[in-house]
């Protein structure tokens, strides 16, 4: 399908679930589309310095360092444990060199936050690394990591100003998303991890109880270590509701 030899050079061409060659730039795409909007709202006196600052950093690294196991990764090394098997065996991949990444990203944006107690920043920095893991699990299908995205962030919009932090990935995911759930582009791992870190942290941001976060923590902890026994896929076949989200709008 495709036969520019700059792009097969990128790596930027994977197979999909049905074995089809597909381009892996949903994440750039996103970064790149939320970018002019993130100044738009700050010089609009719509969001501070700070976490004008924070949203920016978090696009560049998370982004970045997806992109590098999009175009570099092993596909000997799959999942948490391929991933930390191979370190163990003294061999550095890709994909634990995005693990530190968004490791270090959560910890260094929610330790910076004076107002929170230890054991929140802890917790708050569990859900983060988690949720960017687990929308990256899901993107195994067109749409299905977006779905859960919109899904989530749509039940968040209670507090008043969280609307903004959303807004500059929804307003280029609108024109990006037909495309996915077609089959022609894919998210990939700089996609979903930035859609999984954001959604992490805006909804660490918009729950106030402790025990409410020690709930989604132990959940996605759990949505984690399920993944590396089950399959999602086939335990969304299974559900019927569950499955007709997956395939709405294929």
Known sequence: ??????????????????????LVIGGLLLAAGSLPFWFFLFWSGQVNKADFNKYIFIVLIITTTGLLDDIAGSKNSKG?????GSLMEGKLTTGIIKVIAISFTALLIVFSEEALSLQEKII???????MSN?????????GRSIKFFLIISFSILKRADNWLYFLPYYLPM?????????????????GANLLGFVLGYNL????ISLEAKYLVLLA???????????????????????KWLDNLGR
């Open 1 to 22: 399908m495709f036969k520019n030899e700059k792009i097969k050079e990128l790596q930027l061409l994977k197979e999909n679930y049905r074995g089809e060659t597909v």
């Open 174 to 190: 609108l024109p990006y998303l037909p495309f996915e759930l077609r089959g022609l582009v894919m998210l990939g791992d700089a």
């Open 124 to 130: 708050n920095s569990g859900i983060i690394i988690l």
């Open 220 to 242: 996605l902890l759990f949505l984690t270590l399920l993944s590396e026994r089950h399959s999602y896929t086939s335990i969304i076949e299974k559900n019927r509701v569950l």
């Open 80 to 84: 948490l444990r391929g991933h930390f």
């Open 134 to 142: 687990f929308l990256n699990l899901l993107d195994l299908r067109p």
């Open 204 to 207: 660490v941001n918009s729950i």
